[in-house]
T-cell receptor, first 116, second 110 residues
């Protein structure tokens, strides 16, 4: 079985541009979450989607948005890119939105975004 | 706010040595995971451990939820164990997110 797949793996964008990152969860997983990891820090929660609905949102500006499709894949969009948006963007999938009876999150390899 | 702290921040070991990494969390958690992030950035799930003890080969983990801490044990360390180890606490309800600790950077020398 394929794990969590993310695309692209690397991306270079210019300040002010827009970027779309993509994630496909593990087959059968209905929940997708997005995390941002700045160099030297732990990942920070951006969004969680479950059954195509937003179930959680972190402390990120409105320039960040996401959506989940009927096949449970997801896109993260970032508008008006800033230098500070340079980071590793990680996608995680889980069976359900709550981990209380789950087996935890499985993360993809991430998309490394560089804003110049 | 909710905080997850790890210690030590850095650790250097000789191959074959044992180590214990600690994770403290500031509030009651629904669940806890340990991850290993390799040099390429991949976060690998080591343990999903809301409470009790689990073992997987040379690694084991113990979570004492009532005392708000978790421990990760690495025995007979190998150079491939190098990387950053994160614990992450899951707070459900309205937040529904993992809160990651500060990480422990482990370097295992041959």
């Amino acid at each position: 079985d394929a794990g969590v797949t993310q695309s692209p793996t690397h991306l270079i964008k210019t300040r002010g541009q827009h970027v779309t990152l993509r994630c496909s969860p593990i087959s059968g997983h209905k929940s997708v979450s997005w995390y941002q990891q700045v160099l030297g820090q732990g990942p920070q929660f951006i969004f969680q989607y479950y059954e195509k609905e937003e179930r959680g949102r972190g402390n990120f500006p409105d320039r960040f948005s996401a959506r989940q499709f009927p096949n449970y894949s997801s896109e993260l969009n970032v508008n008006a890119l800033l230098l500070g948006d340079s980071a590793l963007y990680l996608c995680a999938s889980s069976l359900r939105s709550s981990l209380q009876t789950d087996y935890g999150y499985t993360f993809g390899s991430g998309t490394r975004l560089t804003v110049v | 706010g909710i905080q997850v702290e790890q210690s030590p921040p850095d650790l250097i070991l000789q191959e074959g040595a044992n180590s214990t990494l600690r994770c403290n969390f500031s509030d009651s958690v629904n669940n806890l995971q340990w991850f290993h992030q390799n040099p390429w950035g991949q976060l690998i799930n080591l343990f999903y451990i809301p409470s009790g003890t689990k073992q997987n080969g040379r690694l084991s983990a113990t979570t004492v939820a009532t005392e708000r801490y978790s421990l990760l044990y690495i025995s007979s360390s190998q150079t491939t164990d190098s990387g950053v180890y994160f614990c992450a606490a899951f707070y459900g309800g309205a937040t529904n997110k993992l809160i990651f600790g500060t990480g422990t950077l482990l370097a295992v020398q041959p």
